[in-house]
């Protein structure tokens, strides 16, 4: 049933729940306006009126959107790139492939990303904001600019008129720079795949209400993790229909969910890294010093563990999910800063409650899920409104016969301010969604002026123990291009992630389209 869900997925009265179905019927059956993302996934669309308070509960936890932020020329010889195309029997530019991101957009009109005869680089630009012009076919939201619109706007005076879209932040214009960008040596800059197209997808910023449900600030920009779905879609269809290889990178992240290989996007970007003739980057994330994750253990010598939190002044609010290891279940207790006390809350079977203090304003919703469908492991979800300023302790008890272990993660930095963090802090195992799903290449960043890696780079393991990150490329004060044909200096593993995306670009060029390797995935490129 073809259904045009434009008004329901813009509009900030309906809610956005990811779902898994095999059949248009499994759809139909919620009642509700849906948007198919793939052959396993979809986005059914519920009035925010007829959304159940124990959503969470009835649909899973996984259903709800994650929201993710942005993870923020010596570095091609630093990497080999300038060695390697100085071999004539290889000569690797990424010529008949595709670079796609998933970002905040790129400004079309860069000279990074022009042609010498003046046309442009660009084949394609889906802009989820702008609602003017059609959407991509097999997508109800947003505009599509082809390549033929992109050079007609660059011949004249006022290119904006004609083509709208704009990168306000610049983090997919650098990101789209460091991957394919044209060499420009008075600005000591040159991307990897010079010779490859480009397509790109500016995604729209995740809707009030879920940022409210996270305790996200309203002026902290978000992305939806079902948006960042469509976009790869997006990238794939237009690979499909040019017959060309093409190299994703995804600069964003998210602090939230069981930071394993599981979960909605888990399978999702694992299925997508499985395709021949698709590489998949992701950025592993800026978190390793934020100090945004704890990690314990009750053992049977013991009745519980402490975790303290301290909150900063004048914290709009945060989340704080509990994952922990099957089969112990485990249960919290709280105290305020102002001395005020939770008894412990035993773990029940969709046990939800709100908490009201009497000395202070805060308000907290603690939801018990015993076995969340995305790993089986328990998972204890605390969202806070605003947090006193002070020290809160956690006491964590554990029923079970196991000395097992758990961790707790904050926001991503980004959504959180830097004075609210855990007094004994575990830098590692903070890899970011989907940086910590498996088969796709999560890239950290490394300093090429002396070989140290970026000071908040997250760290591995994934909480299963599986190996991530996969690679560092340089990711530190590296020039790229900037919208109104800058070039600025950004750090960060989204960088880093972008270098790797460019160097993927020349291992397909090399597989698929010169055909030494036809079935190369992101698998093989690892």
Request: charged share 20%.
């Amino acid at each position: 049933m073809d259904i045009d869900c434009r008004e329901q997925i813009l509009g900030e009265d309906y809610a956005d729940l990811i779902v898994e179905y095999s059949q248009l019927s499994d759809l139909e059956a919620y009642g509700y306006c849906y948007s198919i993302i793939d052959k396993n996934f979809a986005t059914i669309h519920v009035p925010l009126d007829e959304l159940p308070s124990n959503f969470l509960q009835v649909f899973g936890f996984s259903s709800n959107p994650l929201c993710f932020g942005l993870m923020d020329i010596p570095s091609t010889e630093a990497s080999g790139i300038s060695a390697l195309r100085n071999i004539p029997v290889l000569n690797l530019r990424g010529q008949g492939v595709l670079i796609g991101i998933v970002d905040t957009g790129i400004d079309y009109t860069h000279e990074a990303f022009i042609q010498a005869d003046g046309t442009s680089r660009i084949l394609s630009i889906w802009d989820q904001t702008i609602q003017d012009g059609p959407p991509p076919d097999g997508f109800n939201i947003g505009t599509v600019y082809t390549r033929e619109q992109i050079n007609a706007a660059l011949e004249d005076n006022d290119p904006f008129s004609l083509v709208p879209t704009r990168d306000e932040d610049g983090h997919g214009t650098f990101l789209a720079g460091i991957a394919a960008g044209n060499r420009n040596d008075p600005a000591n800059f040159s991307g990897i795949a010079t010779d490859a197209e480009i397509v790109v997808v500016k995604l729209k910023k995740a809707k009030a209400y879920l940022k409210e449900f996270y305790r996200i600030p309203p002026l902290a920009d978000a992305y939806q993790g079902n948006d960042i779905m469509l976009a790869v879609s997006y990238l794939l269809n237009v690979a499909a229909q040019t017959q060309k290889p093409i190299s994703i990178c995804i600069g964003l992240g998210s602090s939230q969910g069981a930071h394993d290989n599981y979960g909605i996007m888990g399978l999702f970007f694992n299925d997508v890294a499985r395709r021949n003739g698709v590489a998949v980057s992701v950025a592993a994330g800026n978190e390793g010093n934020r100090r945004n994750h704890f990690s314990g253990q009750v053992t049977r010598a013991q009745e519980s563990d402490t975790v303290e939190l301290r909150v900063g002044p004048n914290e709009y609010g945060f989340t704080m999910e509990l994952w922990g290891n099957t089969p112990n279940i485990f249960s919290i207790d709280i105290l305020s800063p102002t001395g005020e006390y939770i008894p412990r809350i035993p773990a029940r079977l969709n046990e939800s409650r709100e908490i009201r203090f009497i000395l202070e304003e805060t308000i907290v919703n603690i939801d018990y899920f015993l076995i969340a469908a995305e790993s089986g492991d328990q998972l204890i979800l605390l969202r806070f409104l605003k947090p006193t300023e002070g020290i809160w302790r956690f006491r964590i008890y554990s029923s079970g016969d196991y000395n097992l272990g758990y961790n707790i993660w904050l926001p991503i930095h980004l959504f959180i301010s830097d004075d609210t963090y855990f007094t004994t802090p575990d830098p590692d195992t903070t890899v970011t969604t989907p940086g910590n799903t498996i088969l796709p290449m999560t890239v950290t960043a490394y300093d090429v002026s002396n070989d140290s890696l970026f000071i908040n780079a997250s760290r591995g393991f994934t909480r299963m123990g599986d190996i991530k990150p996969d690679f560092a490329a340089p990711g530190v004060n590296l020039v790229g291009p900037a919208p109104n044909n800058r070039y600025v200096t950004m750090s960060g593993t989204s960088v880093a992630a972008a270098h790797n995306t460019g160097i993927s670009a020349l291992l397909l060029e090399w597989g698929i389209t010169l055909g030494f390797f036809r079935q190369m995935s992101t698998i093989e490129i690892k």
